[in-house]
């Protein structure tokens, strides 16, 4: 699934067909305007969140500069709205594949929002083709002094990740913390699922033991039963981190831990580039691809014939 996300054949065959659909139940939708009402619902519920501008690796400077904008433009309409929310921002979507430089200049417009308003700013993190420039680019800015404004993402199946842990907590950068949704090499990664959760449960540790304000990203319920866990033992109060989870995915949990007073912030992408996301979400797990063909049987015209299309009838 990973690598259909970069095949341009299983692109069209998912962006032009009812498959499309299925998109809506991991994006809202492609406008600021879908994102806005969206961060309303969850903040209705007693969520936060954080908004998301579909894309990766862009080649050109203008194709940068409109996510800049879009950025610009979210960061805007979370100010006036009073929304609980921040945004999650790309480096290889802001031009970093065209220069270090044009990258730096291109960030610039969507830091001077984050110190004129106090919008945070979450750099995603890509594969490991990545992780080092990210980590430096993110080094850089902190030393230029954003830091409050500012905060990383570390992934949990990388062997490298304990010593990048144990330099946020130094600095005391905000960190979010989740598995990673690539496909790297047994060289570099843990690829066993225990591996990765063991690893996963030993940085979380570190990072409510000595972090600031740790972003807990994951559905597992593994991982969240030990985070409250270590978060009771030590007398971790809920204002210290928060669990983080991707709209759509486990609603109900999102909705179990606000009841039980822990802070939780739901991570919503939207945009028109929802292809390589929704591969990266399907690749998680199969079984999303069962609700697929159920979409596709229930969109063709043989669906239709059969009165299979009525949505009444969709698992939510
Ligand atoms: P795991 O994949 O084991 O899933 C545990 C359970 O959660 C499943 O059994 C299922 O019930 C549910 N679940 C998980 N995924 C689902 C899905 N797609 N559909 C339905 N149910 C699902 N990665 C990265 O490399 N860089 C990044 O910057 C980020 N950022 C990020 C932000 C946030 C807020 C989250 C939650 C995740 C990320 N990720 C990420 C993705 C992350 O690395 C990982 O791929 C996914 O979170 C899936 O891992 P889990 O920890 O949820 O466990």
């Not at 309303?40 to 007693?46: E, L, V």
């Not at 031009?95 to 270090?100: D, F, K, T």
């Not at 994951?218 to 981190?241: C, Q, S, W």
Request: with cysteine.
């Amino acid at each position: 699934m990973i690598a259909l996300g970069d095949s341009d054949v299983a692109r069209f065959a998912v962006t032009r067909t009812p498959l499309r659909g299925m998109s809506r139940r991991f994006v809202p939708g492609e406008g600021v305007g879908d994102l806005v009402d969206a961060i309303r619902a969850a903040n209705a519920q007693g969520m936060s969140a954080t908004g998301n501008y579909l894309g990766e690796s862009v080649k050109t400077e203008e194709a940068a500069r409109q996510a800049a904008d879009t950025y610009v433009d979210v960061m805007d309409r979370i100010t006036r709205g009073g929304l609980a929310a921040n945004v999650s921002v790309k480096f290889s979507q802001l031009g970093q594949a065209i220069s270090e430089s044009f990258l730096t200049d291109n960030l610039a417009p969507i830091l001077e929002r984050s110190r004129r308003d106090g919008t945070f700013v979450r750099f995603d993190m890509e594969s490991s083709a990545y992780t080092q420039r990210t980590l430096d680019a993110f080094e850089k800015l902190w030393a230029e002094g954003w830091r409050r404004n500012i905060g990383v993402v570390l992934q949990a199946y990388l062997h490298r990740t304990a010593g990048d842990v144990a330099r946020m907590n130094q600095l005391g950068a905000r960190v979010r913390l989740c598995k990673g949704a690539y496909d790297e090499p047994a060289s570099i990664a843990y690829k066993e699922r225990d591996e990765v959760g063991a690893n996963f449960i030993r940085l979380m540790r570190e990072l409510l033991d000595g972090g600031t304000y740790p972003g807990i990203a994951t559905h597992d319920e593994r991982m969240i039963e030990a985070t409250l866990e270590h978060a009771t033992r030590n007398d971790v109060r809920p204002e210290r981190f928060e669990f983080q989870m991707l709209f759509g995915v486990r609603r109900d949990l999102q909705q179990q831990l606000i009841r039980d007073g822990w802070n939780v912030r739901v991570y919503v992408p939207f945009g028109e580039q929802w292809y390589p996301y929704l591969m990266r979400r399907l690749a998680e797990r199969p079984a999303n691809l069962l609700f697929l063909a159920g979409s596709v049987v229930r969109e063709s015209p043989l669906g239709v014939l059969l009165g299979s299309h009525d949505r009444s009838t969709r698992k939510p």
